[in-house]
T-cell receptor
Framework: QKEVEQNSGPLSVPEGAIASLNCTYS??????FFWYRQYSGKSPELIMF????GDKEDGRFTAQLNKASQYVSLLIRDSQPSDSATYLC???????????FGSGTKLNVKP | EPEVTQTPSHQVTQMGQEVILRCVPI?????FYWYRQILGQKVEFLVS????????KSEIFDDQFSVERPDGSNFTLKIRSTKLEDSAMYFC???????????FGPGTRLTVL
């Protein structure tokens, strides 16, 4: 079983719509959850992190965590073409924050 | 804004040669990491480093790999005898604390011929 699973996509949404990205993880001992954005050929860029159950909002982005269901999601409101990228879910375990990354979901925002 | 830097941006080497990839983490960070990403695949953890020693390593990080912090600023990844399958993007990351966000450098693309 994979540590972190994401739908590879592509997920296509029109400009201005809400994009919903999902991630599940296998280890209930996972502590922290991160969303990174990666443009082709570039390094992962942090969008936001979440530690506690519930929602966390930052600008156009909302992360949602449900530890009982082992599920993390990222909502992007008012999607822009510049949001087109691969979104990586990362789960942290252990004492030295070893990250497990999902394979990423490719998002296409159409103008 | 402080950032992680990596050199070189692209390294081409012959199979069997040694390579050293260099990273300068964010200056007040204490935890350092190397990841790799084979083209089209996911980002994979290689090793974490804290207090001048390896704290965790993955099964990928075998005897061909080593890490070092030779001075107060650099953090290096050495691959002793490169294989074709080592061709990948290698990312360095750093964080300020044990449970804090990791910030990634721009990566070094390693091509083994």
């Amino acid at each position: 079983q994979k540590e972190v699973e994401q739908n590879s996509g592509p997920l296509s949404v029109p400009e201005g719509a809400i994009a919903s990205l999902n991630c599940t993880y296998s280890d209930r001992g996972s502590q922290s959850f991160f969303w990174y954005r990666q443009y082709s050929g570039k390094s992962p860029e942090l969008i936001m992190f979440i530690y506690s159950n519930g929602d966390k909002e930052d600008g156009r982005f909302t992360a949602q965590l449900n530890k009982a269901s082992q599920y993390v999601s990222l909502l992007i409101r008012d999607s822009q073409p510049s949001d087109s990228a691969t979104y990586l879910c990362a789960v942290m375990k252990g004492n030295f924050n070893k990250f497990y990354f999902g394979s990423g979901t490719k998002l296409n925002v159409k103008p | 804004e402080p950032e992680v830097t990596q050199t070189p941006s692209h390294q081409v080497t012959q199979m069997g040669q040694e390579v050293i990839l260099r990273c300068v983490p964010i200056s007040n960070h204490l935890y350092f990491y190397w990841y790799r990403q084979i083209l089209g695949q996911k980002v994979e953890f290689l090793v974490s480093f804290y207090n001048n020693e390896i704290s965790e390593k993955s099964e990928i990080f075998d005897d061909q790999f080593s890490v070092e912090r030779p001075d107060g600023s650099n953090f290096t990844l050495k691959i002793r005898s490169t294989k074709l399958e080592d061709s990948a993007m290698y990312f360095c990351a750093s964080s300020s604390g044990g449970t804090d966000t990791q910030y990634f450098g721009p990566g070094t693309r390693l091509t083994v011929l």
